[in-house]
């Protein structure tokens, strides 16, 4: 993977918004699967905080290829299931492709407005999708709204504004950042402003996990983090001279908040 892909695909950020409104839609599938590979025990971890059992009923809001809701049917067993929902048609139609166990199940639905029952489900979690929702507060007092009492409520988030990126050019850096978190992404701080959001939904017993992804591969972080969407050529150049010796870094720390519904 080179910084070439830009050329190719919508900012990450932006492209997220409306998948099925891109040129090419089925890139952003692949990239969610990249990103699964890099995180997959951070996914692990998160799903244990749904506390999954025989007979619950689960529900993936932003839910993608739907790899998550798959990882899960295994763990609520035959009597119990695992809703996942996305707002592309393009990703449901991917989840469905990739096979729909026993006890698991797909659908295209707006997270601001969730077409479920109050109280249905006994655990929702969310995953890097608050970041590019109109109004994530909303979505998640629609999450809160279909867990039961003392059900649980998930979410996992980056904070562009903790992007950090060893380069030669401080000022630059600086700005790149800047851009990553205001320009390309609707909400760059959601990561640190989940644990108050949770407070004003009256979410109880929140706990907040810290996650740091760190890259030492440059071609990686270009691809992951999109940084040849807001570097300059010169910039990206000395990222790239310092890759070819080994001392290339960059990283961004995201967090998990989970709590229970009062």
């Known amino acids: 993977m080179t910084a070439g892909m830009s050329d190719r695909r919508a900012p990450v950020g932006r ?3 409306d998948v099925d409104a891109q ?3 089925l890139d952003f599938g692949a990239y969610l699967e990249r990103v699964a590979r890099i995180m997959a025990a951070e996914k692990a971890a998160s799903h244990d905080l749904l506390e999954p059992a025989p007979g619950h009923r689960l529900l993936d809001v932003g839910c993608g290829n739907g790899d998550d809701v798959r990882a899960l049917a295994g763990r609520v067993a035959s009597t119990g299931q695992v809703v996942g929902v996305d707002h592309s048609q ?3 139609e991917a989840a469905r492709e990739r096979g729909v166990p026993g006890g698991a199940d797909f659908g295209v639905a707006d997270a601001h407005q969730l077409p479920f029952a109050d109280g249905c489900f006994d655990a929702a979690r969310i995953e890097r999708t608050l970041q590019h929702v109109a109004d994530p507060l909303r979505v998640l007092a629609e999450m809160r709204r279909v867990v039961r009492r003392d059900g649980i409520v998930v ?3 980056p904070d562009w504004g903790t992007l950090v990126i060893d380069s030669a050019d401080r000022e ?3 700005e790149v950042v ?3 978190c205001d320009d390309h992404t609707r909400h760059g701080w959601i990561g640190r402003q989940l644990a108050g959001y949770f407070t004003h939904l009256d979410i109880a017993a929140i706990e907040v996990r810290p996650v740091t992804l760190v890259l030492r591969s440059f071609p990686v972080a270009v691809d992951i983090l999109g940084l040849a969407d807001s570097g300059d050529a010169s910039w990206l150049a000395d990222l790239c001279d310092r890759d ?5 870094l960059a990283s961004m720390t995201g967090f998990t908040v989970s709590g229970r519904v009062a």
């Open 15 to 17: 492209g997220f918004r």
């Open 23 to 25: 040129a090419r839609r």
């Open 90 to 92: 393009t990703m449901i």
């Open 155 to 157: 979410a996992s988030e």
């Open 172 to 174: 630059a850096t600086r």
């Open 178 to 180: 800047r851009r990553q």
């Open 244 to 248: 070819r010796h080994g001392a290339f």
